[in-house]
T-cell receptor, first 115, second 115 residues
Framework: AQSVTQLDSHVSVSEGTPVLLRCNYSSSYSPSLFWYVQHPNKGLQLLLK??????LVKGINGFEAEFKKSETSFHLTKPSAHMSDAAEYFCVVRIQSGGSYIPTFGRGTSLIVHP | ETGVTQTPRHLVMGMTNKKSLKCEQH?????MYWYKQSAKKPLELMFVYNFKEQTENNSVPSRFSPECPNSSHLFLHLHTLQPEDSALYLC??????????????FGPGTRLTVT
């Protein structure tokens, strides 16, 4: 079985300071991992994905994530937070289940950015 | 139109009504998904259609009935809903290939309120 745990339900940072959103996964197979962002009253937008190539993945809006197999982690970071980064962030793992690749979503982390 | 569109964006219905949610993807993808997003709960995968065949049905009550007439359109037919069915319903699509590293593209969602 696969699962994903987002360790913080809320993260609060000041504008201009670094962002760290934590994600740990459990999977018996090599996973595909994703981070999505959801702004209020919007759908989810892909930030970045890990596909068994480079372990450090760069995404949109200055975000990046590092796949660490030994720690089963895929934490999302950004060097300097912007007010527009305030949103809900979801970590997702996908592995094969039968003939399909079923996604499992974390519970989400709400990022709050203070001026 | 580009991406994934959903109509209506907002819907209020009584428990005895029958309504349908529509999703259309303009990306040439071969898989489509329905998700339910409730406040303070993880994103719930409801149905998956792969090449127009339903491959997942996560124990969803029969008052929700999906329909996928072609690879571009997905419907969710609703009847005799309960107040706890009030939520944001998200549609997504993806291009399924042999590896699991393909991302999903989400629509903006339909905000459903059952009175």
């Amino acid at each position: 079985a696969q699962s994903v745990t987002q360790l913080d339900s809320h993260v609060s940072v000041s504008e201009g300071t670094p962002v760290l959103l934590r994600c740990n996964y459990s999977s018996s197979y090599s996973p595909s991992l994703f981070w999505y962002v959801q702004h209020p009253n919007k759908g989810l937008q892909l930030l970045l994905k890990y596909t068994s190539a480079a372990t450090l993945v760069k995404g949109i809006n200055g975000f990046e994530a590092e796949f660490k197999k030994s720690e089963t982690s895929f934490h999302l970071t950004k060097p300097s937070a912007h007010m527009s980064d305030a949103a809900e962030y979801f970590c997702v793992v996908r592995i094969q289940s039968g003939g399909s690749y079923i996604p499992t979503f974390g519970r989400g982390t709400s990022l709050i950015v203070h001026p | 139109e580009t991406g994934v569109t959903q109509t209506p964006r907002h819907l209020v219905m009584g428990m005895t009504n029958k309504k349908s949610l529509k999703c259309e993807q303009h990306l040439g993808h071969n898989a489509m998904y329905w998700y339910k997003q409730s406040a303070k709960k993880p994103l719930e995968l409801m149905f998956v259609y792969n090449f127009k065949e339903q491959t997942e049905n996560n124990s969803v009550p029969s008052r929700f009935s999906p329909e996928c007439p072609n690879s571009s359109h997905l419907f969710l037919h609703l009847h005799t809903l309960q107040p706890e069915d009030s939520a944001l319903y998200l549609c997504a699509s993806s291009q399924e290939v042999s590896e699991g590293n393909y991302e999903q593209y989400f629509g903006p969602g339909t905000r459903l309120t059952v009175t």
